[in-house]
């Protein structure tokens, strides 16, 4: 069962993002969602943040501008339609590595996710609440009885206070047992427990001239691990430890300036410190940036933020080189192609694994065929260098691996209120260790039923 002091920060979290979105709704609301179908069936394991668009935000990325993850951001207001929207999906499939390990134990799987979303909007402020939850029963896991438990809670807020100053927020909650590649937590597979992830971003912006404007931000990311049902037999060494519980608090601030009409010019600094509840990790983190916003015509736009960080530790110092950027096309009224990469030092993830310096890109696809026909894929590929570990994680780990996973699904949309999905999904990590390395194949048949 969770600890109950963890259990109280999670209500109020969850009850700050509530009346933070009820401060609004006042408000005229209206929605920019498309509600001429509804949204498809996910696997029990996923996110249930916003079916049928996988999640590519990267919440350990504290960039101000970009916090409001993609699935939730909203265009601008439109006539009223309807702001509430309820999803049901049922699904089933068979996924042939349920404990994510070398040998293989394969299991068919019965899911079903109920998840809820809220718009609104005003000519002054945007806001958007998902909820969602979901259950995964196993029909031959040996030595783990019970079914896997996931929930989310997504929030984005955007006000303009003045023509000068805005403020923007936003808020994820995960409870899930499962590996998310898009988090880039350093989490790549079941871990011995469940895990609790929380990512708060705040950011204001003020345009001091036409051309020159400044924004400061904070960003709150909390990684806890919770026992659960998902406890994996077997598993070796140091891989049987549960996740390395840390809170890490981000503040920075950028300048930018106007160098053209579709160009801005940013320089930009940020610290963060990151703390474990156990071991002697804790750490500080300085990074200078330098890098440039811009908009080619109606459809791409890109980020790119490049420079140097500096960690600070109780057991090493180290300098790497830091680079991040996105990158975003609209193929269609209705498709859209995105693209994130990162570079740099990332804090472990296993207990008693020290930091790890990673590259993590990831590709989402979102494409509509027809009125009735749709796809989505998902593509995330992270590289880990391991430095700083204890004896047994090197002896487990190695000193680094490869990560892979690929996620595909089709729909078919019979009417306003139902649509149907096949998906499949593949994982392969690959480490020094063979004891450590799995692959994964997974797929799923699914209907979904929206309101």
Do not use: K
């Not at 109780?314 to 830091?322: L, V």
């Amino acid at each position: 069962m969770p600890h109950p002091a963890r259990l109280l920060r999670l209500l109020l979290l969850v009850s700050g993002c509530l009346l933070g979105l009820s401060a609004t709704a006042q408000e005229v609301s209206v929605t920019a969602a498309d509600d001429t179908a509804p949204a498809p069936p996910t696997p029990g394991y996923s996110l249930p943040l916003d079916p049928g668009f996988p999640l590519i935000v990267a919440p350990s990325i504290p960039s101000a501008t970009d916090a409001v993850p993609p699935a939730l951001s909203l265009g601008s207001p439109s006539t009223p339609r309807r702001p509430l929207h309820l999803n049901l999906s049922l699904s089933a499939g068979y996924d042939d590595n349920i404990n994510n390990t070398a040998d293989a134990q394969g299991s068919a799987f019965f899911g079903a996710n109920l998840s809820g979303n809220y718009t609104l909007a005003t000519p002054r402020t945007t806001a958007a609440l998902q909820v969602g939850g979901g259950v995964t029963y196993y029909v031959d896991r040996p030595g783990q009885s019970g079914a896997d438990y996931n929930a989310s809670l997504g929030l984005t807020l955007t006000h303009r206070f003045t023509p000068r100053l805005s403020v923007s927020s936003s808020v994820l909650l995960t409870y899930q047992p499962e590996p998310n590649f898009a988090l880039n937590t350093g989490i790549n597979r079941r871990t011995g427990s469940d895990y609790l992830y929380a990512n708060v971003a705040l950011s204001a912006t003020y345009l001091w001239t036409p051309r020159f404007s400044t924004v400061a931000h904070y960003t709150f990311n909390d990684i806890q691990s919770i026992g659960g049902s998902s406890a994996v037999p077997n598993l070796p060494g140091i891989l049987s430890a549960p996740t390395q519980d840390r809170i890490e608090n981000t503040v920075g601030a950028e300048f930018r300036y106007l160098i053209l009409p579709t160009v801005t010019g940013v320089a930009e600094y940020r610290l963060q410190f990151t703390t474990y509840q156990t071991g002697n990790f804790d750490s500080i983190t300085h990074f200078g940036l330098l890098g440039v916003n811009q908009t080619i015509g109606p459809r791409l736009s890109y980020s790119l933020r490049g420079g140097a960080q500096y960690r600070t530790s109780d057991q090493s110092d180290s300098i790497s080189p830091y680079f991040e950027g996105s990158v975003s096309y609209v193929l269609t009224r209705s498709s859209l192609l995105s693209w994130v990469n990162q570079y740099g030092i990332q804090e472990g993830a296993l207990a008693g694994q020290g930091r790890r310096t990673n590259y993590h890109t990831g590709i989402n696809l979102s494409y509509r065929w027809t009125a009735r026909i749709s796809s989505q894929l998902g593509f995330y590929y992270d590289h880990n260098e391991q430095s700083g570990n204890n004896g047994a994680v090197a002896n487990s780990l190695g000193s680094g691996d490869d990560d892979l996973n690929l996620n595909l699904s089709t729909r078919y949309v019979i009417n306003r209120f139902a649509s149907v999905e096949a998906g499949y999904s593949f994982t392969d990590l690959m480490s020094q260790q063979d004891l450590a390395s799995y692959t994964r194949n997974r797929v799923h048949l699914g209907v979904n039923l929206g309101f």
